[in-house]
């Protein structure tokens, strides 16, 4: 057995590994940090299984047919009974806890997984590509009329609106956490005060410990805002200011002075798109068309005699384009036509 293939199998049969694949706290992420800085010829195949693992989303472990929940905890405890009378009590300060029904099934299917991608080779590739993973970039990216939520390999949970990518790296590196944005998502950061968690965008950056914002970087429409759900933010524009938000509060980039401003905000407004609801606040109904655009993936054509410059701000729960549409033509006064993914608005 090679060096690889015996710490895979070293770490694979470590219960506390195990369990802090399956649910992280501050304390086991200290022991794996420490691990990997004591142990730097195993740290590569760490990191390799831990890619693997956060490419999965977590929630379709719960979400599977009783069926498939009762094969998958057969294998957790098939595995758990093969090991029995191997294990060897192990020093240090791992405290194990014992895993629920609903953490033997997260467990299965993490082991699965690891196992699978094991058979197929994805943990010796390294040896044949000279890139590190933290190298190796990975493109997150929706279309019009789709959005998309995703981990990130910290655990860090990403809902990313429509029309937008992020770009992050396989695997965090051991002192920073940094993505890039173009267009909006919303983060639910994982906490750890050692590594930072900076969102880069085209005109500010976001640094973070954990807590829960919004990122809109809008290029076409020239709009760059930051609102914060949860925890502190700290946002730097490219050209020296900076602005620290608590809870509730939000800053936008003035493009004329490029200062940032600071102020309060309504949650359904700003964070609503992550739970469906379709706000718009005091906006021209030229970016209201375009937004519509993008929240429903069709092309609006607008005739020459709607006067876009006019405001508008309502909000819509989980509507149809139809039902939409239908309350704004009473505020602009015109009429429209949906043909399949192409609208008319006219008088």
Do not use: C
Request: charged content about 30%; aromatic content about 12%.
């Amino acid at each position: 057995m090679d060096f690889k293939s015996f710490v895979f199998k070293e770490l694979l049969e470590d219960e506390y590994f195990i369990q802090w694949l399956t649910a992280p706290d501050k304390e086991s992420d200290r022991y794996w940090h420490a691990w990997m800085r004591n142990n730097p010829d195993k740290a590569a195949v760490l990191k390799d299984i831990k890619a693997v693992v956060n490419a999965i989303e977590p929630k379709r472990a719960y979400q599977l047919e009783e069926e498939e929940k009762d094969v998958l905890l057969g294998h957790i405890q098939q595995y758990a009974a093969k090991r029995q009378g191997k294990i060897v009590s192990r020093s240090g300060s791992k405290k194990r806890r014992k895993m629920t029904n609903v953490g033997l099934m997260a467990a299965s299917f993490i082991i699965l997984a690891i196992l699978t991608a094991n058979y197929f080779g994805l943990f010796h590739r390294f040896d044949d590509v000279p890139v590190l993973m933290e190298e190796r970039l990975v493109l997150k990216q929706t279309n019009k009329g789709t959005k998309s939520s995703f981990y990130l390999p910290d655990g860090t949970l990403v809902k990313l609106n429509s029309a937008s990518s992020l770009e992050f790296p396989a695997v965090f590196s051991d002192t920073l956490r940094k993505v890039k944005l173009t267009g909006q998502a919303f983060f639910e950061v994982t906490r750890n005060e050692e590594v930072p968690f900076i969102v880069e965008t085209e005109r500010m950056e976001i640094q973070v410990l954990g807590t829960s914002f919004d990122v809109l970087s809008n290029i076409k429409d020239e709009l760059f805002e930051v609102a914060v759900a949860s925890g502190k933010v700290k946002v730097n524009t490219y050209s020296g200011n900076q602005e620290i938000l608590g809870k509730t509060e939000m800053t936008h980039l003035d493009m004329r002075s490029g200062q940032l401003i600071k102020e309060h905000f309504d949650p359904d407004y700003k964070l609503g798109w992550k739970d469906g609801i379709l706000a718009f606040e005091g906006e021209d109904f030229g970016r209201v068309f375009r937004r519509l655009e993008d929240w429903f993936g069709v092309t609006i054509s607008v005739s020459s005699d709607i006067a876009l410059e006019k405001s508008y701000t309502g909000k819509y729960d989980n509507q149809s384009l139809e039902n939409v549409l239908r309350g704004m033509s009473t505020v602009l006064d015109f009429r429209y036509e949906i043909q399949g993914k192409a609208v008319t608005i006219y008088r």
